[in-house]
């Protein structure tokens, strides 16, 4: 079955540094790409989603990029906020999206430092 | 309403007992999800309902969990003789349908003592 792996586990940075996250999946099939934001004790947000058939997306501070050649998929925020610190999760599903189970990344704690 | 809820917001149980989680999805949205989240890790997907069909469930761990959506519109998730395994954050999450992204609700914690 698909499985995505996501790296790093844990991030920190300076207010204003730039953050990137990663994930690779392994079903070349997979064409819906999304990325949440969980807070503590709250649901996942989503913050960002790309399809295959894009390869860049950009909303204000935060953009994904998608390789489909090598399966990779990776966020990148920029000048970072303390307010941006929480666990962010990628995600890949086959499918619209929405009626296809999303598998989810292990998160990456972010930490800005202010 | 204005977004996903779910009650209650946590539940202690103690093991051998059932316990039923209720979702509310956004009104009209027609594809509704449960996922189940353990401590440190990424939600894993439970099952998937389209109105009142549950089309996919083949994440549920065992017979011992079961869900429901009668009308189409709130879904319950019940977990009979609950162990202590099964203690996780479980987040129901509904969406419009094709293409639209998914609004997760703040999830109930289950503790199993």
């Known amino acids: 079955g698909e499985n995505v792996e996501q790296h790093p586990s844990t991030l920190s940075v300076q207010e204003g540094d730039s953050a990137v996250i990663k994930c690779t999946y392994s079903?070349?099939?997979?064409?819906?790409f999304p990325w949440y934001k969980q807070e503590l004790g709250k649901g996942p947000q989503l913050i960002i989603d790309?399809?295959?058939?894009?390869g860049e997306k950009k909303d204000q501070r935060i953009a994904v990029t998608l390789n489909k050649t090598a399966k990779h998929f990776s966020l990148h925020i920029t000048e970072t906020q303390p307010e941006d610190s929480a666990v962010y999760f990628c995600?890949?599903?086959?499918?619209?999206?929405?009626?296809?189970?999303?598998?989810f990344g292990t998160g990456t704690l972010l930490a800005v430092q202010p | 309403g204005a977004g996903v809820s779910q009650s209650p917001r946590y539940k202690v149980a103690k093991r051998g007992q059932d316990v039923a989680l209720r979702c509310d999805p956004i009104?009209?949205?027609?594809?509704l999800f449960w996922y189940q989240q353990a401590l440190g890790q990424g939600p894993e997907f439970l099952t998937y309902?389209?109105?009142?069909?549950?089309?996919?469930k083949s994440g549920l761990p065992s017979d011992r969990f079961f869900a429901e959506r009668p009308e189409g519109s709130v879904s319950t998730l019940k977990i009979q003789r609950t162990q202590q395994e099964d203690s996780a954050v479980y987040l129901c999450?509904?969406?419009?349908?094709?293409?639209?992204?998914?609004?997760f609700g703040s999830g109930t914690r289950l503790t199993v003592v």
């Open positions: 999450a509904s969406s419009l349908g094709t293409g639209s992204g998914y609004t």
């Open positions: 309902f389209q109105n009142e069909a549950q089309l996919d």
């Open positions: 995600a890949a599903s086959k499918g619209g999206g929405a009626t296809n189970k999303l598998i």
């Open positions: 009104s009209g949205h027609v594809s």
């Open positions: 790309i399809r295959s058939n894009v």
């Open positions: 079903d070349s099939a997979s064409n819906y």
